[in-house]
Structures are given as structure tokens and as C-alpha cells.
């Protein structure tokens, strides 16, 4: 069985960063597509990033773009999300999913991030 | 405002269907395959449909999907209390090239 833990969420200030994780358990992690999607209070989903397998392939929201980074480390089976001037407007909880079959098949079960002075 | 559109809230009483509607464009739904999520209250985002229309092992067949052009449509048969959620489309969008998602439609049962 895989499953997906994410890590990091924190209280940061305005201005400020902070580095999400998320570690696949269970099976061949270079064999996923990897995304993250993010949820602010209330409100709904909202794709974020997406990384390829070996991760020459990355792609970004324009609501993130210039201001996070995805990467993976396959040899630790995990995907990472570098946020940088983070505003309020990224307060939300962070999900990593795996991609198979053009949808989102596997979910983590979120790390809250709260963007507040 | 969302890239794809769903209605706010649909309702029916149990055992009754419902359908919900998701609307884009070409460059996402014309385009590209249209899969679809349950999200219980406090818990994370499930797959319901992938493909447009085909079911992940354990979904029950109450729940199907369907695709015709630019829209697409979940419908929930034999509705139960249990099938109160938020029920999300998602696509690629291939000029953004970015994921895509509706704004979300919170399934009552009456």
C-alpha cells in the first residue's frame, strides 16, 4: 500500500519561507509523477506544481511562479516544495499527489501552512 | 474564479440522483481527459473518475462520468448521507500547461 506524508507546514510571517516535504512509502517512487495542490480555508482546490519522474520536467502556477520551487530526491523518495515570499494569500493546506492516468490518484493527507503577521 | 465552472451546490433526497456539471474549454476539456474528486468534510481529496468516465478499483458504480466536448458530468446514483462531500473536476490545461480545477459543488442530501 503507498501512501504519501507531507510535512512542514508552520506558522511563518509575511515575507518569510519554508520548505515542504512529502515521503512516498510503499513502492517505486521514480515512477511517479509528482504535484502539489493547495486548499485555503473554505475555499477550493488549487494546482500548484508538477514535477516529472526525473524531474528535468517542472511546471508552476502563475500564482507561484518566481516565488517556489518543486524538486524530488528519488534515492529518498520524496518531493519537496521551496515557498519564498509568502504572502497571506498562501495560507492554505499543502497536498502532494501522485499523478497516474492524467488525474490525481494518491493523496497525502495535507501539512497546514499559515501565512500570518 | 475558477478555470472550469461547477454549480455552487446541488441537492436530492436519498436514493435520488444527482449530476454535476463541469464547463471549460478547448484547451481543457476538449483536449484532455476530465477525472473527478470526493472530498468528505475535514479529510483529503479522493479520486472518483479518471479518463472521463472509468472508475478506480473500490469507487462504487453509483458514481460515473461522462465527457462531451467542452463539459463534462458526474453523476451519483442511489444517493446516500454518506455521499454528502465537495465534488471537484480536474484537467490539464494545455495552453496554461497547468493543472486545472472546477470551483467545487457541495453535494446535499436532503
Known amino acids: 500500500q503507498v501512501h504519501l506524508v507531507e510535512s512542514g507546514g508552520d506558522l511563518v510571517r509575511p515575507g518569510g519561507s519554508l520548505k515542504l516535504s512529502c515521503a512516498a512509502s510503499g513502492s517505486t517512487f521514480s515512477d511517479y509523477y509528482m504535484n502539489w495542490i493547495r486548499q485555503a480555508p473554505g475555499k477550493g482546490l488549487e494546482w500548484i506544481s508538477y514535477?516529472?519522474?526525473?524531474?528535468?520536467?517542472?511546471f508552476y502556477a502563475d500564482s507561484v511562479k518566481g516565488r517556489f520551487t518543486i524538486s524530488r530526491d528519488n534515492a529518498k523518495n520524496s518531493v519537496y516544495l521551496q515557498m519564498n515570499s509568502l504572502t497571506t494569500e498562501d495560507t492554505a493546506i499543502y497536498y502532494c499527489?501522485?499523478?497516474?492516468?492524467?488525474?490525481?490518484?494518491?493523496w497525502g493527507h495535507g501539512t497546514m501552512v499559515t501565512v500570518s503577521s | 474564479q475558477s478555470v472550469l465552472t461547477q454549480p455552487p451546490s446541488v441537492s436530492a433526497a436519498p436514493g435520488q440522483k444527482v449530476t454535476i456539471s463541469c464547463s471549460g474549454s478547448n484547451s481543457n476539456i476538449g483536449s484532455n481527459s476530465v477525472s473527478w474528486y470526493q472530498q468528505l468534510p475535514g479529510t483529503a481529496p479522493q479520486l472518483l473518475i479518471y479518463d472521463n468516465d472509468d472508475r478506480p478499483s473500490g469507487i462504487p458504480a453509483r458514481f460515473s462520468g461522462s465527457k462531451s466536448g467542452t463539459s463534462a458530468s458526474l453523476g451519483i446514483t442511489g444517493l446516500q448521507t454518506g455521499d454528502e462531500a465537495d465534488y471537484y473536476c480536474?484537467?490539464?490545461?494545455?495552453?496554461?500547461?497547468?493543472?486545472?480545477f472546477g470551483g467545487g459543488t457541495k453535494v446535499t442530501v436532503l
Open positions: 499527489a501522485r499523478r497516474e492516468s492524467d488525474a490525481f490518484d494518491l
Open positions: 480536474g484537467v490539464w490545461d494545455s495552453s496554461l500547461s497547468a493543472g486545472v
Open positions: 514535477i516529472s519522474r526525473s524531474g528535468r520536467i517542472i
